[in-house]
C-alpha cells in the first residue's frame, strides 16, 4: 500500500507513526510545507520566552525519528489532488501517487479586513519563522499592539509581556477569550492583564494601521484613539487550510467534510486535525475543534480506518481547551456555556482570580470552564466523556464546584463507593 | 510481572504520610500539596481516600503531549513526565481523564506519578497498608481501567 499524509503537525505525524504500526511494508509519505523538521505549535509561546530552544518545539526529538521508521518527509507546499488518477501535485511539480491519502493540512491565520495589515512591521504569531521575527522586533521596551485576544493572542500574552515590551491589546468581543470563557471568566482575565501593566481594550477594532515613518506603526482603534507600536501582531483567528481540497473536488463547509470514520467525500481520502470538520462529542455535530489532543486523536483514527477498513468509529471528542495568560490558567471543557434546560454551579472570587463553573444537564455534567486552578482538572473532562451520573453528588457539586475530584471518586469508582457505603 | 498501586479506601485513615513521602521524594520537602499522590476527604461520611494516577494503557497524558516529553518507563510500566522537554502547556492536564496530571507553576512544569522508579514511598509510609504495590493483575486496576476506557473515543479497533 502507498500512502500520503499532507501535513506535518500533530496530525500528521501522528497519522504516519499509526500507518507504520498497522502496516509495516507500507510506503509512507509525509508532506509538509514548511522548512522545518515537524514541530508543535503550542510550544511557540515557550520559544518566545526562551524557555526552549527551536529544537524544544519539535514534535519527534531524534533527528532520524522519522527515517527510522521508513517514513519519507517531503518539504513541499502540495497544490493539487487528481483525485481519479490519486495523485498529489506538489510546488515543485512532483507527483505522489496514493492508495489511501490523509489530509491534515492544519489552519492558517484569517488577515483581518483591516486597512495597513500587510505592513511592514505586522506579523502573525503562527509558524516559527513569524516567532522569529518576533523576538527580532519585540526588544525590551519597545511598543506592541495586538490585535485579538483569543485563544493565540492570550497565550503570546506572557511571552511578550516577559519581554517587558509596552503592551496593548485589541479585542472585538466584549470580553478576552470569547470562545473559552463567559463574561465573567473573560473579565477576570482582562483585569489579571490590566494587574500586569497591560493596556486592554475590548469591545474595540483596530480600524486602520499605517506607517509613520522611522519603522514605526500607528493602530487607529474603533474608540477614536491611537497607539503607535513597533511590532503588530495579527491574532485574530485561524482558518481550515481547504481551498485546494475544495478545488479538487471534495466535499468542504467549514472544514473538509468527514464521515464518522473520517473518511472525505472521495473514499480514497480522509482528514484528520485543525482541517477536519469531524463530530464533536457533546453536540453530536461536526465542527472545526483545532485543538491538539483532538488533532491527535483524529489522526490514529483515521490512519487505523486507512489500514484496516471502516472498524474504527470516531465517536466524537470533547472541546476543551487550556491557557496560561501571563501566569493565569485557565480551562474550558464541552458546553462550558451550557445548555438548554440545564442547570449550573459557579464558584468567583475575584480577588484571587479563581473561578470555577460546572454546567449540568440532568445529573451529568455536560461542560466546566475554570480560573485559577491547575489540580485535577482534568477529571472534568472525564466526567463529561462518560457521561457519570452524579447522583446526589449534583447537589453537592452545586454546593461546593470544587468537590469535582470526591464527586468523580465516589461516582466512578466501585471500591470508593463500596467504602463509603 | 508488572506491578501497580493498590488502594483500599477501606483502610484509609487520612494520616497524609503518603503525601508526605511524596514530596519529600519528589520535592525534597514535607509539604503536602506538592504531592503527586492525593487524600480526598468525604467529610458526610467520615472517610479518606488516596488517589493518584493509575499510569492507565490508554495514557492521555502521553498521547496529548506535543512534544514528546511522557514516555513509558520500560521498567514499571509507568508514564513518566521529562522534566527537560516539558514546555508547560498543560494540554495532558486537561487530557488525563482521571485529574492525575497537574501543572506545578513554580517549576513551570508538569507533575505526575512514576511509581518512585519501582520503589513507591507512599507505600512505604503508610502505616495501614491502605496503599500496597502488588502484581497489576491482583489489584483493583482493572476496575480502575474501566473508567480510562469508558472515556475511549474510539470503539472497536
Known amino acids: 500500500m502507498i500512502y500520503v499524509v499532507l501535513g506535518s503537525g500533530p496530525a500528521g505525524v501522528v497519522a504516519t507513526e499509526q500507518l507504520r504500526k498497522l502496516d509495516p511494508l507500507a510506503h509512507i ?14 510550544a511557540i509561546p515557550y520559544f518566545l520566552t526562551s524557555k526552549i530552544d527551536e529544537s524544544g518545539t519539535y514534535l519527534r526529538k531524534q533527528a532520524k525519528h522519522f527515517a527510522d521508521r521508513n517514513i519519507d518527509v517531503v518539504q513541499q507546499r502540495a497544490t493539487s489532488i487528481d483525485t481519479e488518477n490519486n495523485r498529489v501535485i506538489t510546488d515543485d511539480g512532483r507527483v505522489y501517487r496514493y492508495d489511501k491519502l490523509l489530509i491534515a493540512t492544519g489552519a492558517s491565520p484569517v488577515v483581518p479586513p483591516v486597512p495597513g495589515i500587510d505592513s511592514p512591521g505586522v506579523h502573525n504569531c503562527w509558524t516559527l519563522e513569524d516567532a522569529r521575527e518576533i523576538v527580532k522586533l519585540a526588544k525590551p521596551g519597545a511598543s506592541v499592539v495586538l490585535m485579538g485576544a483569543g485563544f493565540i493572542g492570550c497565550i503570546i500574552l506572557e511571552s511578550l509581556a516577559l519581554r517587558d515590551v509596552n503592551l496593548t491589546v485589541v479585542e472585538m468581543e466584549n470580553r478576552m477569550v470569547p470562545r473559552m470563557m463567559n463574561d465573567v471568566s473573560g473579565n477576570m482575565i482582562k483585569s489579571w492583564c490590566e494587574q500586569k501593566g497591560v493596556s486592554v481594550h475590548t469591545s474595540t477594532r483596530a480600524e486602520s494601521i499605517e506607517q509613520i515613518g522611522g519603522g514605526k506603526l500607528r493602530v487607529s482603534l474603533s474608540t477614536g484613539e491611537s497607539v503607535d507600536a513597533d511590532l503588530v501582531i495579527s491574532a485574530t483567528g485561524v482558518a481550515p487550510n481547504l481551498g485546494f481540497a475544495a478545488d479538487s473536488g471534495l466535499r468542504t463547509d467549514q472544514g473538509i467534510v468527514v464521515n464518522d470514520y473520517l473518511q472525505t467525500s472521495d473514499a480514497d481520502i480522509y482528514a484528520a486535525g485543525d482541517v477536519c470538520q469531524g463530530k464533536d462529542f457533546n453536540t453530536g455535530e461536526y465542527s472545526v475543534q483545532a485543538i491538539q489532543p483532538t488533532a491527535v486523536e483524529h489522526a490514529k483514527v483515521a490512519a487505523t480506518n486507512m489500514v484496516r477498513g471502516h472498524r474504527t468509529e470516531h465517536v466524537g471528542n470533547v472541546n476543551m481547551n487550556v491557557l496560561d495568560t501571563i501566569g493565569l490558567v485557565s480551562a474550558s471543557f464541552g458546553m462550558w456555556m451550557g445548555v438548554p434546560g440545564g442547570e449550573s454551579s459557579e464558584l468567583v472570587n475575584e480577588k484571587e482570580h479563581k473561578y470555577l463553573n460546572l454546567q449540568f444537564k440532568d445529573d451529568v455534567l455536560v461542560g466546566a470552564s475554570s480560573l ?4 485535577h ?6 466526567l463529561i466523556q462518560s457521561k457519570t451520573r452524579l447522583g446526589l453528588w449534583k447537589d453537592r457539586l452545586k454546593k461546593d464546584p470544587m468537590r469535582i475530584m470526591e464527586a468523580y471518586l465516589a461516582c466512578s469508582q466501585s471500591q470508593v463507593s463500596a467504602a463509603l457505603a | 510481572m508488572q506491578k501497580s498501586l493498590n488502594i483500599d479506601p477501606g483502610k484509609c485513615t487520612g494520616c497524609l504520610q503518603c503525601e508526605m513521602a511524596c514530596s ?16 480526598f476527604t468525604f467529610h458526610e461520611e467520615g472517610k479518606f481516600v488516596p488517589y493518584t494516577c493509575t499510569q492507565c494503557d490508554e495514557a492521555w497524558c502521553m498521547h496529548a503531549c506535543p512534544v514528546d516529553a511522557i514516555v513509558v518507563n520500560s521498567v514499571t510500566g509507568s508514564k513518566d513526565v521529562i522534566a527537560d522537554l516539558c514546555v508547560g502547556c498543560k494540554v495532558c492536564t486537561i487530557a488525563c481523564p482521571f485529574g492525575t496530571v497537574n501543572y506545578n507553576a513554580d517549576s513551570g512544569k508538569v507533575v505526575k506519578c512514576d511509581l518512585c522508579g ?15 504495590y502488588v502484581d497489576a493483575n491482583a489489584t483493583g486496576l482493572d476496575k480502575m481501567r474501566q473508567w480510562a476506557e469508558k472515556t475511549d473515543n474510539t470503539v472497536g479497533g
Do not use: H, W
Not at chain 1, 485559577?372 to 489540580?375: E, F, R
Not at chain 2, 519501582?118 to 500496597?132: E, H, K
Open chain 2, 118 to 132: 519501582g520503589d513507591p514511598q507512599c507505600v512505604s509510609a503508610c502505616p495501614t497498608n491502605a496503599i500496597t
Open chain 2, 24 to 39: 519529600l521524594e519528589n520535592e525534597g520537602v514535607f509539604n503536602t500539596s506538592k504531592s503527586r499522590i492525593k487524600v
Open chain 1, 372 to 375: 485559577g486552578l491547575t489540580q
Open chain 1, 377 to 382: 482538572v482534568g477529571v472534568l473532562r472525564g
Open chain 1, 29 to 42: 509519505t509525509m508532506i509538509g510545507s514548511e522548512p522545518e523538521p515537524p514541530y508543535s505549535r503550542m
